[in-house]
């Protein structure tokens, strides 16, 4: 489902469920209210944000992501339904039975795809690229040669300039990156729990304290799409996570990407994604559902 990422980013706010309507009010008063029917992802960025259980309750009856994020825009916690697919137990177990060999065989496309799409985003905004393509020729199965690292050294400086360094803990770009995948985490989180696959069971990302290493593996194509909406919006004068910047990237998960259908948004890619890795953990094939790159003049 393509749907709406709330964002709550004001501080002191109350989030309560009325008549199938999340409503947002300040002091007692109503300030916005949206339908929980159209919400893929609620993202809150606040101090002092208070929930009834009844909101939390009925988002993870939907399979509804809520994200908290902390006050440098990353997120620390997400709730998680225990519920989210009718073959869940089926598919849990087969990814606890997939194969190291499988897992890098997987692992490889995803590789291969973010860097096809880094080069795609380099295109986009007139930068270098053409090194791109034969990076990604490069991968092998489990990327033992750790090609996605050689890949992000050039891309960084290609994209934001020489002095550009990604640090995930400072302002300015970093911060406006962070926001920005803190929605599109929110958005995979939620097609990973639809397809009843854990979170916490990865194909590479193993951070035995990351309790979402699925997640983190299955984002990575889709983060030049993130990175290219933030160069515009730099491009644009943005300096920081302010409203308007909030409310730019809080679309994430609504860009449409290529793909062997058509142009579909991100959030249906992941959708697509997920059941891809499904079937491969039942032994139905191993070729992942993954967006194609951009062309230039899709910018």
Known sequence: MVGRVIDIATDGRHVALNRGFLVVSDGGAEVGRVAVDG???LVTNAHGLTFT????VELSR????????GPNHRPEAIVWPVDG?????GRMADQIAAS?????RLWAQIVRAKILAQG???????????????LSRKVRSGDPDNVEAEAARRYWPLLFGPEFRRDRDDPGINGLLNYGYAVLRAGVARAVMAGGLHPGIGLMHANRGNPMVLVDDLMEPFRPAVDLEVWRLVREGA???DTAAKTALARAMVLDLPTAQGLSPVMTCAE??????????????EDLALPLPRLPLEG
């Open 39 to 41: 919400i893929a992802a």
């Open 53 to 56: 259980n009844n909101v939390l």
């Open 62 to 69: 939907r399979g509804i992501p809520v994200v908290l994020c």
């Open 85 to 89: 697919h009718h073959q869940q137990s």
């Open 100 to 104: 190291t060999p499988l897992k890098k």
């Open 120 to 134: 795609a985003t380099l295109a986009a905004v007139g930068a270098r690229h053409a090194g791109f393509q034969l």
């Open 239 to 241: 300096a920081g996570v």
């Open 272 to 285: 697509r994604l997920v059941a891809s890795l499904a079937r491969a953990h039942a032994g139905e094939g």
